[in-house]
Nanobody, 125 residues
């Protein structure tokens, strides 16, 4: 059983910052062998890719919509992945999900094996 638990969401004004965390656990789950991704889903929209970080943390990929504002990072000693979100915009409002996959840098939601329950981020204008 793999558990991914997101935290850090909340309500913030436009231009503000939030830092999301996702803690991974599971008896048979080895965090450092999985790429970790962040996705988001706004009301009435499909779940979309935000960012992914490789197993070692040496490589990252971002969606164009967040490039330069969001930073993904990981701490393999703590089995945790982070998403630092700066210069937030109202269009960033969504439920944010972390996901894990035994692949290099997957960007498609269909590639991911494990998902968290999500954390709400609301950006007011």
């Amino acid at each position: 059983q793999v558990q991914l638990v997101e935290s850090g969401g909340g309500l913030v004004q436009a231009g503000g910052s939030l830092r999301l965390s996702c803690a991974a656990s599971g008896r048979t789950f080895t965090f450092s062998t999985h790429a970790m991704g962040w996705f988001r889903q706004a009301p009435g929209k499909e779940r979309e890719f935000v960012a992914v970080i490789s197993r070692s943390g040496g490589s990252t990929v971002y969606a164009d919509s967040v490039k330069g504002r969001f930073t993904i990072s990981r701490d393999n000693a703590k089995n945790t992945v982070y998403l630092q979100m700066n210069s937030l915009k109202p269009e960033d409002t969504a439920v944010y999900y972390c996901a894990a996959d035994y692949d290099l840098l997957p960007v498609s939601r269909n590639e991911y094996d494990y998902w968290g329950q999500g954390t709400q981020v609301t950006v007011s204008s």
